[in-house]
């Protein structure tokens, strides 16, 4: 029955005239303090998006007789689908429900651009306007995670690996396979029993690919690429179909603001959501960090009222990679010197609070036809007033099919270094070096990292896990995914650079300072270039040869070595919107936040859950490994309370 229930209800979400009109839709939040529970709270978690909500559901599911509550920043919005009516552009993103459009300081490696970073602000988080790009990172990437945990390589003692993490990956997503009919036309291939079929966050293939898709595969085939039947197993390589998190039938998004809340919360009189509201800080009394949960201090973003919530339970930071670091750091807990000078009390230092920020980059490839190749149907299509009406039409229809049914992408490619360039094990070597070396300056890290023994201590850790990664020829470097048009990007997966995020001391409410670094580290470049070399083999491909495809970007004027790092310094695209890890799982002695049942390092009564937590990327998008991580959270967090 459930699926169909969120059918309903993303029907009833998705009207179109409501769309573009009331901010409010069928279910309930709380907009006021005085609208809460005056005796507080078991459970109280800071942000309403993609990990917040999930833990927030699995909470009230398994405490009926326990409290909690979600205090999110932005409000309830219509979310609509990267691709649905009215659009008739493709890639236009008006429309798309709130975000926060930051840009980075610039980057002196990149010719001192900065990184255009976007970050969802509604109820949903980043789900609710994100790519819809669904995909599971490599086996590997989870495996560093945990021996990044001990000492000696053993698996950690919760059970971070691969072999750990898969069961929430399982859990956390209800796939439907395509209708045989729209499988062999489209050339689809799963494995059904890799994914779970419980939880209402949909993962689905579009029942339509633009006429030009499959020129790009094949020749990503022609390169030598394996054809991979299903890349959720752990093992991600080869060319790959990707499910995209949108529901099967009406062909809506699916998000955390749906799937754990909308679909939920009607049965559940302990789960409260407060929207407009903004976490400031959390306040431990005295000041003493061992007597928790800490209080919660909140302000009102429509009357700039502030309160403070208590939890009898915990306190759980999930307002992503920028907003939990800014909300510890406006509480006292972060690094000592950075605290003193912005004439924060220092409550708890804690050096990583903000460290370890990555993302993925990477510069494009792009080609231009000749003459026009013989593709339909494509999104110029939609400029004709027929074709476009039947696609709205469809679009509405039960299920529904046509172009809107499509979001940006489901398909790309992910292969490791090995395949790339006969010079990965010099490459390695060098990493290695590159993490023995016994000067810190050399690592390239932000300053502050230099005065902290723990901070270099974790880099040169990560240093050797990438090493052993990259060199394992089963485990991708490079990722390029293939929407429609004329360009694909030469995806870092693991980029060696890191960065930070400050406050703002003139307006510590507001975004925080990224400092994204990008390129930083000077491998990064060397492994862009041989990325870059590798991919626009695409062009030359028998394929895209026979249809009169010509490289314009980087150009094939563009060939030595030199012209190319120029060519990646100058357009390297520096966020591909998956930023994390500043919030680390990691050892103290490493630099990291948390531990691994997710604890804030040294403070009671506190955990985060979000993307923060992550030590480094996956190989992956990141919004399934959010999904898995809080599912696997809220086990740890029910665990615990369990016991009594
Ligand atoms: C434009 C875009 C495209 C993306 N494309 C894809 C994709 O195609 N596929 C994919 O897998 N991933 C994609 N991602 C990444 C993925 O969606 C995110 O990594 C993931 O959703 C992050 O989850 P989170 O729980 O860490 O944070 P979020 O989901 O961002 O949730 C954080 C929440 O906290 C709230 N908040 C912040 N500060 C405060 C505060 N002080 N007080 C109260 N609330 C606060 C925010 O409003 C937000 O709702 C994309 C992200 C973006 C932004
Ligand atoms: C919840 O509380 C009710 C009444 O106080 C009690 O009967 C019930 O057993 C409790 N349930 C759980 C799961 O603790
Ligand atoms: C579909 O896949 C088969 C092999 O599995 C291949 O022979 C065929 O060319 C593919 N069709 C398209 C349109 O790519
Ligand atoms: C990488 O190369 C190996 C050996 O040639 C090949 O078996 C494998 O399929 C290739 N992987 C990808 C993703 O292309
Ligand atoms: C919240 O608690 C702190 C510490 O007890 C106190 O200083 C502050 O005034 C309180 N804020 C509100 C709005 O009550
Ligand atoms: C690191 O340096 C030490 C001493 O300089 C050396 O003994 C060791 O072999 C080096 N390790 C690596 C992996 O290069
Ligand atoms: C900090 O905030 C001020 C005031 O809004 C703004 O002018 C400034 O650009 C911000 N600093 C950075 C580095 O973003
Ligand atoms: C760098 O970009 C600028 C502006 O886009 C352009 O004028 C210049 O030619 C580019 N240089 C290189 C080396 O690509």
């Known amino acids: 029955m459930k699926p169909f229930r969120s059918f309903l209800l993303i029907l009833l979400l998705a009207t179109p005239h409501l769309a573009h009109t009331a901010p409010q839709f069928g279910y309930a939040a709380k907009r006021h303090v005085s609208e809460l529970r005056h005796d507080g709270y078991d459970f109280i978690i800071a942000g309403g998006g993609t990990s917040g909500l999930t833990v927030a559901d699995r909470l009230s599911e398994a405490f009926p007789n326990k409290s909690i509550l979600v205090v999110e920043y932005g409000d309830i919005e219509y979310a609509p689908g990267v691709w649905d009516p009215p659009k008739t552009a493709w890639g236009d993103t008006s429309g798309m429900s709130s975000r926060w459009a930051l840009n980075s300081l610039p980057s002196p490696s990149l010719n001192n651009q900065g990184a255009a970073v976007i970050v969802g602000q509604s109820v949903g988080g980043s789900s609710a306007t994100n790519g819809m790009f669904f995909d599971r990172g490599s086996r590997f990437d989870y495996d560093a995670w945990s021996d990044l945990q001990t000492d000696d390589g053993r698996r950690d ?15 956390s997503v209800t796939f439907t396979p395509p209708p045989i009919s729209v499988a ?3 050339n689809y ?5 890799v994914f779970g079929n419980t939880t209402p966050i949909h993962a689905s293939f579009p029942p339509f690919q633009w006429g030009d898709h499959y020129a790009v595969r094949q020749a990503w085939l022609e390169m030598g690429i394996r054809l991979a039947k299903e890349c959720a197993t752990g093992d991600k390589e080869g060319v790959c179909w990707i499910p995209i998190s949108q529901h099967p039938i009406s062909a809506r998004r699916s998000y955390s603001g749906v799937g754990h809340y ?15 509201h903004q976490v400031t800080q959390v306040i431990y009394a005295h000041g003493d960090v061992e007597a928790g949960p800490p209080l919660l201090e909140i302000k009102s973003l429509v009357d700039g009222q502030a309160s403070n919530l208590t939890a009898a339970a915990e306190v759980i930071l999930a307002a992503g990679v920028f907003g939990t670091p800014a909300i510890l750091q406006r509480s006292g807990i972060g690094p000592a010197a950075f605290l003193r000078r912005a004439n924060i009390e220092v409550v708890h230092d804690l050096p990583g609070v903000g460290a370890n920020l990555q993302d993925h980059s990477g510069p494009q490839v792009a080609w231009k036809y000749t003459s026009p190749p013989p593709f339909s149907p494509m999104p110029t299509d939609m400029l004709d007033p027929v074709y476009a009406t039947r696609a709205a039409a469809d679009f509405d229809a039960t299920p529904a099919t046509g172009p809107y049914t499509l979001a940006m992408s489901n398909t790309a490619i992910w292969v490791p270094l090995s395949n790339i360039t006969a010079h990965y094990s010099d490459l390695m070597q060098q990493i290695r070096n590159l993490a023995n070396v016994s000067e810190p300056e050399s690592l390239h890290l932000p300053p502050e990292y230099e005065s902290d023994a723990t901070l270099a201590a974790g880099y040169r850790a990560q240093l050797l896990a990438l090493a052993n990664m990259l060199s394992n020829p089963r485990a991708p470097s490079l990722e390029s995914a293939f929407t429609t048009g004329t360009a694909v990007s030469a995806v870092l997966l693991h980029p060696l650079s890191r960065g930070t995020v400050r406050l703002n001391l003139s307006r510590p409410l507001d975004p925080p300072i990224l400092n994204y670094r990008s390129a930083s580290n000077h491998l990064d470049v060397v492994l862009h270039l041989h990325h870059l070399k590798y991919l626009r083999r695409t062009v030359q491909a028998p394929t895209l040869q026979g249809l009169g495809a010509v490289e314009i970007q980087p150009g094939i004027r563009r060939q030595t070595d030199e012209d190319l790092v120029a060519y990646i310094r100058n357009t390297t695209v520096q966020s591909y919107m998956h930023p994390c890890c500043t919030s680390a799982m990691l050892p103290l002695a490493k630099g990291g936040v948390v531990g691994v ?10 955990r985060v859950v979000d993307a923060g937590i992550f030590p480094m990327l996956p190989s992956a998008h990141l919004s399934a490994t959010v999904y898995a991580v809080a599912e696997k959270a809220a086990d740890i967090i029910i665990t615990h309370w369990s016991r009594g």
């Open 597 to 606: 049942d997710l604890r804030v390092h040294g403070v009671a009564g506190l």
């Open 189 to 193: 291939t799963w494995d059904k029993s």
């Open 184 to 186: 062999n036309q489209l």
């Open 262 to 276: 909308s679909d939920v919360v009607g049965s559940r009189s302990n789960y409260h959501l407060l929207v407009k």
């Open 157 to 171: 003692a919760v059970g971070w690996d691969w072999s750990g993490i898969y069961t929430y990956f399982k859990k």
